[in-house]
């Protein structure tokens, strides 16, 4: 296992005396982390600005990340902490109506796969609000939402589904355990890359599952990340990019094996990892082999294969920004499409202020009427699309594509054309 603590690295010059500590791996320890992507500082990309802080200094953290050269994670320093992001939140799951299909279509396989009935019993950690386990309650299949954020903690109990508040960890998993009685399904989408404590964590998840239980965990994978230059979707709030086989070695720091994956179009490409007790998990599957074989052919089991993806992400900036100047040189009007915590990292690294990207709109209303982090760029009710005309929507949720080419289609009654950053520059009539 690579749990064992490495001995204490030395510091990292920063500038003319200025020094710091040298990260660690999180999963093994090490100090020999390798440079992977270095997106500048940005500020935590969830945290936007009401109109009286736009007017206020704006604190930025170093989004830098690094390979571990003997686990290979790919990770971000902890420089800020769950609770900072997490305790009131402004991502609400329902809001993406493609989601919540999503969400329904893991139920209704989950339940036919594991055979859960009534006497079941499913938890799903960072359960938002309720956005999953409401078709887990038409089932009439008990279940129980671990959820820190309390706003949308509260949305998930208006839905009439249980929730807990409160964050993951051992203590918190023997607590569920206790008063509800062992899991037979722990699932969790898009949480495992968020927790700076990937062992505890994962110990939580084995102290809630029952001995002959199931995990299933969706998180996006890094193969994919690289191959589609998906580098806005690095942010703080995620702390680590895993391949399957990163994935493997951090479920065994709980006691968890890899049973099996699936591959998922989510997020721009996801992995499904189920896993299973290693006392009763048994051999992995073949798709797990074909998964880590496609790794490996990547190069992505080795340091020095993850290096060049700052030159591909480099040419992404580039294009885009040319493409913005361009389309204000020639008066023609750009407005943005969405506020996810992705769209953000995505204007920060470019420098995409108001001058380039008048607005954009989203439709969360917990977010009107504020500004996006960093840039200050305003956000606004959907509505407003259709009433400036513009002559480009640049979509910053670009994995909801074709939900939003189908919500969009009025953009055409004007000429007006939507424009996709990632993998690469695309204007779509």
């Known amino acids: 296992m690579l749990t064992d603590n490495a001995a204490a690295p030395d510091a990292e010059t ?43 200094p704006e604190v930025t953290y170093p989004l830098h990340v690094r390979v571990c050269e003997r686990c290979l ?26 989601w919540v299909e999503h969400a329904r279509r893991f139920v209704d396989d989950a339940t036919a796969r594991l055979d859960l009935g009534p006497e079941s019993f499913v938890v799903e950690v960072a359960s938002n609000d309720g956005y999953l386990l409401q078709h887990v309650v038409e089932r009439g299949i008990r279940c129980l939402g671990v959820e820190p954020s309390v706003n949308v903690g509260e949305a998930a109990r208006e839905k009439g589904v249980p929730t807990l508040t409160a964050f993951l960890t051992p203590e918190t998993g023997d607590q569920v355990r206790e008063e509800h009685g062992p899991a037979d399904l722990v699932c969790l989408n898009n949480v495992y890359a968020h927790i700076p404590d990937v062992i505890g964590f994962t110990r939580g998840l084995r102290s809630m599952v029952a001995d002959d239980g199931w995990v299933s965990i ?15 979707t690095i942010y703080h709030e995620h702390f680590q990019y895993y391949t399957l086989l990163t994935g493997q070695r951090a479920l065994a720091t709980g006691g968890l094996a890899l049973v099996d994956v699936e591959l998922l179009d989510t997020h721009g490409g996801s992995i499904r990892m189920w896993a299973r007790p290693a006392e009763v998990a048994g051999d992995p599957s073949e798709r797990v082999r074909e998964v880590l074989a496609a790794e490996e052919a990547a ?57 380039m990207l008048a607005y954009t709109v989203d439709r969360n209303p917990y977010k009107h009427g504020k500004f996006t982090p960093g840039m200050r760029i305003p956000v606004l009710a959907p509505e407003r699309i259709a009433a400036d005309r513009p002559d480009y929507v640049l979509i910053l949720p670009w994995n909801l594509r074709d939900e939003l080419v189908e919500q969009l289609s009025y953009v055409r009654e004007w000429g007006g054309k939507l424009v996709f950053p990632i993998p690469e520059l695309e204007v779509v009539s």
């Not at 040319?322 to 915590?341: D, H, I, S, T």
């Open 299 to 355: 190069g992505l089991h080795t340091p020095e294969g993850h290096d060049g993806f700052a030159e591909a992400v480099s040419r992404v900036r580039d294009d885009l920004v040319a493409f913005l100047v361009e389309a204000r040189r020639e008066g023609r009007k750009v407005v943005g499409y969405g506020a996810p915590g992705k769209g953000n990292t995505l204007l920060n690294y470019c420098g995409i202020r108001p001058d």
């Open 73 to 98: 994670l790919a990770q971000l320093p902890p420089l800020i902490t769950p609770e900072d992001t997490f305790t009131e939140y402004a991502y609400f799951s329902s809001f993406s109506t493609s």
């Open 218 to 232: 969706e998180v996006q994978h890094l193969l994919t990340l690289v191959e589609r230059t998906q580098f806005d």
């Open 14 to 56: 920063h500038g003319p005396g200025v020094e710091v500590p040298a990260p660690t791996c999180r999963l093994c320890g090490s100090a020999q982390l390798r440079s992977f992507l270095d997106l500048g500082a940005t500020p935590p990309c969830e945290r936007i600005l009401t109109a009286e802080e736009i007017e206020e």
